[in-house]
């Protein structure tokens, strides 16, 4: 049975106290939410602005970090066929744009727009047992894009998790969390992170909001 985190808890990956023992060779770590819905019965994550509705859109990221707590390479600029400027791509950082780690062992399965539906909204599998030593620690992020332009921030967001299961399908851990008062004007949240640690792999629950929606921002402390 998975494990219910709360806030600053942390666990072994690989093996839980009730003496159940999980496969780390492939980790999926699964983000869902909802969108608050308002009294009127619409979302809040909708706003009217004329006869266009302003997209939701929460996106998944995660940084690699070495031993420094640093991302090492944050990869190159690619010019696109439409002459458009992708940054970041193909380096440390997995996002929207830079969907899958050059290694191959850590990638984004996809970008769901809405959040719609049950289950987990994106998904970032890694493969932990098979990730170079030099990293050390992976923090996993979720922004709300152009969140600042569309009002829209972790105060309307409502069912929030993220969870860790193993390469059997086995959930290991869930940390959950809903928007309210304190989430208002924070378009982005640090919610997990998994860590070395006697040779093994801890994780973290974290859930600290930032009121950036900007990835170079989140970054720069990295």
Not at 26 to 44: A, H, M, P, Q, Y
Not at 61 to 88: E, P
Not at 116 to 126: C, F, R, T, Y
Request: proline content about 1%; glycine content about 12%; charged content about 25%.
């Amino acid at each position: 049975m998975a494990i219910n985190l709360v806030k600053g808890q942390t666990i072994d990956l690989r093996k839980n106290d009730k003496g159940e023992s999980f496969d780390l060779s492939s980790v999926t770590i699964g983000l869902g939410w909802d969108v608050r819905k308002s009294n009127g019965g619409g979302f809040l994550g909708k706003l009217f602005g004329g006869a266009e509705e302003a997209e939701y859109d929460l996106d998944a990221i995660a940084f690699l970090l070495d031993k420094n707590g640093k991302v090492a390479n944050r990869g190159y600029a690619k010019q696109t066929a439409n002459g458009r400027t992708i940054n970041m791509f193909e380096g440390d950082v997995i996002y929207f744009n830079s969907m899958r780690h050059p290694s191959g062992h850590i990638w984004l399965t996809g970008d769901n727009r809405t959040g719609a539906g049950e289950g987990d909204d994106e998904q970032i599998i890694v493969k932990l047992d098979s990730l170079d030593p030099k990293y050390d620690r992976i923090l996993f992020l979720v922004a709300i894009y152009q969140g600042r332009k569309n009002n829209q921030h972790f105060g309307m967001v409502e069912n929030a998790f993220i969870r860790a299961i193993d390469s059997h399908g086995k959930e290991i851990a869930k940390f959950s969390l809903s928007g309210d008062s304190t989430y208002n004007g924070m378009c982005s949240m640090t919610f997990a992170e998994v860590y070395r640690k006697d040779d093994t792999w801890k994780f973290r629950a974290i859930g600290d909001p930032h009121s950036t929606d900007s990835l170079s921002e989140l970054l720069r402390n990295y």
